[in-house]
């Protein structure tokens, strides 16, 4: 028997939503997709939706008859703080109080190592240290992570938070031997967000299974999530291609790296 009926994922045409779509194809009976962008050609079990999700009532259609939202929306990058107003959070406000009032079990959301990027890399944080957001970016991370806690204390819904390091088909620097997370792992992290029997809120980091690791997920073993991909086979090309960093530079001292190191988006566009 399926856990849910019908999973939507948010985000459906970016490069994580796009890999989770492949991914959990067969997860649940009805998959319904979300994305402001065109997602090609739906599958037999799939529905797809291109709304915004910051249009609240468009966002509320969107969730009615699901059991379950894998929420993956949103720009990766660094922006400014008035698309973060316009754009992220009201759309996050939108999926947690449409997931209230239709009755969804669930939320798995895609967070950031950048809600806690200026954390030191030798401080090994784990999921409960104190939000550090690096950016405008890393700050509505923590927006939504703290609406999250509301939801679950407030009205019981549950959310698993997914502090994702780097996706990507292979780790491209140094700081990546750390932080990389392989597509199949996301899948996996996913799957055992959606299925352990009890969540609460909780937080997670993302990575694989790495032989350096500067997060911690001591606090999320309930979660049941085991990686299976590591970037150690890497490694050797990695270090011989990249240039080891100064340990004194911010983007190398702290988790956020170059995210942390960057200057204000607005300063980009005087």
């Not at 352990?196 to 999320?220: E, K, L, M």
Request: hydrophobic residues 40%.
């Amino acid at each position: 028997m399926a856990d849910y009926e019908r999973i939507l994922i948010t985000g459906a045409a970016g490069s994580l939503g796009a890999q989770l779509r492949e991914g959990l194809a067969d997860f649940a009976p009805r998959l319904r997709h979300a994305d402001r962008a065109d997602m090609g050609v739906a599958a037999a079990n799939e529905e797809l939706v291109v709304c915004d999700l910051a249009d609240r009532q468009a966002a509320f259609a969107c969730i009615d008859g699901c059991d379950a939202i894998v929420h993956f929306a949103g720009n990766p990058r660094e922006h400014p703080f008035d698309e973060l107003l316009r754009d992220g959070l009201p759309a996050a406000y939108n999926i947690w109080e449409g997931a209230r009032r239709h009755g969804v079990k669930r939320i798995v959301h895609a967070s950031s190592i950048h809600a806690v990027g200026f954390c030191e890399v030798e401080e090994v944080p784990d999921t409960r240290v104190p939000h550090r957001p690096d950016t405008f970016y890393g700050l509505g991370k923590c927006f939504v992570e703290d609406l999250a806690a509301l939801y679950w204390d407030k009205w019981g819904l549950e959310t698993v938070c997914l502090r994702i390091g780097s996706c990507s088909p292979e780790p491209a620097d140094r700081r990546m031997l750390w932080s990389w997370l392989s597509a199949a792992d996301l899948v996996r992290l996913t799957e055992a967000a959606l299925t352990a029997p009890r969540v609460g809120f909780s937080v997670i980091y993302g990575t694989s299974d790495n032989a350096q690791a500067a997060v911690s997920n001591a606090f999320a073993t309930h979660i049941g999530f085991v990686p299976r991909d590591s970037a150690d086979g890497h490694a050797p090309a990695v270090l011989e291609l990249t240039p080891r960093p100064d340990p004194h530079a911010r983007a190398t001292r702290v988790i956020g790296g170059g995210f942390a190191a960057a200057g204000h988006p607005d300063d980009d566009r005087r």
